[in-house]
């Protein structure tokens, strides 16, 4: 099988010259992007027709919000979250695919089983909950596998490395086969941009892109408006879009199947762009 092929609710998605778009849903009031921040069933509804509209192939749902400033939830606060975004979801959109974005097992499980959420994506690669690779393999669902040292709140302080790259792909090489070991099949890997890295450390990791095809696993990237941008050329996340598409086309250049992204739109016409450039 090709190793670029992921199950995704019985149906396998080739992802092998063929990059897809992942739009973000915050059902949160704290993410550092403001126009990312919906919290009514309204605005819910209207961001996940929008990914949907733009041409968003999934639409990632994240309930806590993971930069350094905001506030660690619960379990179950992220929970409750939710439930008051979920039903509709479903609801409004029942053939969507959904991924979580949660580093909590309960979450992910709930997520999955009480809403059929198709893909669960760890920012901490299991290690902020040690019950969560298990959960995913009993789950038999895709999971996205992140870098990142620390927790959210305390992430920037763990940027000290020997050697970069060879430091991330220990990190990698040795949570897959964990992951393997369990039953997992479907992995797909996440540098973890903006992670437990400085901005000098975020760039010299994206002009090595192209070596983590090594793993012979879905590449996700996840550049969108982050600080490695906006503080690089000295805007704000809201003023961040051009630049996140050029940093999105040199992704996809260098071997990234997905691109997760506040800006769909923009997005898929990139990779209509850099697809019809290959082909």
Not at 84 to 99: C, K, Q, R, T
Not at 178 to 191: A, E, K, N, S
Not at 201 to 221: A, G, I, S
Request: glycine share 6%; with cysteine; charged share 20%.
């Amino acid at each position: 099988m090709n190793h670029l092929t992921i199950n995704i609710k019985g149906e396998l998605w080739n992802l092998e010259n063929n990059p897809l778009v992942m739009g973000i849903l915050n059902i949160t009031p704290d993410s550092f992007f403001s126009g990312s921040r919906k919290q009514t069933q309204k605005e819910i509804v209207e961001r996940a027709a929008q990914i949907i509209g733009e041409g968003g192939r999934i639409i990632d749902i994240g309930a806590q919000s993971t930069t350094p400033t905001s506030t660690l939830l619960t379990a179950q606060e992220e929970i409750e979250r939710l439930r008051g975004a979920m039903p509709v979801l479903n609801s409004e959109f029942p053939d969507a695919i959904f991924s979580i974005d949660t580093f909590y097992a309960d979450v992910a499980r709930c997520a999955v089983e009480e809403y059929g959420v198709a893909i669960v994506n760890d920012i901490s690669g299991g290690q902020i909950d040690a019950n969560m690779f298990q959960t995913v393999a009993n789950l038999h669902v895709p999971y996205i596998l992140m870098h990142m040292r620390g927790m959210p709140q305390t992430m920037q302080q763990y940027t000290g490395y020997d050697d970069l790259v060879q430091d991330i792909f220990f990190y990698f090489s040795e949570k897959i086969a964990q992951l393997r070991q369990l039953g997992v099949c479907d992995v797909i890997v996440d540098p973890g941009f903006g992670f437990s890295k400085t901005l000098a450390q975020n760039y010299e990791l994206f002009r090595q892109l192209d070596k983590f095809q090594v793993f012979e696993l879905p590449l996700l990237v996840g550049i969108s408006r982050k600080s490695m941008i906006y503080k690089l050329l000295n805007i704000t996340p809201a003023q961040s879009l051009n630049a996140t598409s050029v940093l999105n086309a040199f992704a996809l250049e260098h071997g990234a199947n997905i691109l997760r992204v506040h800006d769909v739109k923009e997005a898929v016409e990139t990779v209509t762009i850099m697809k019809q450039l290959v082909s």
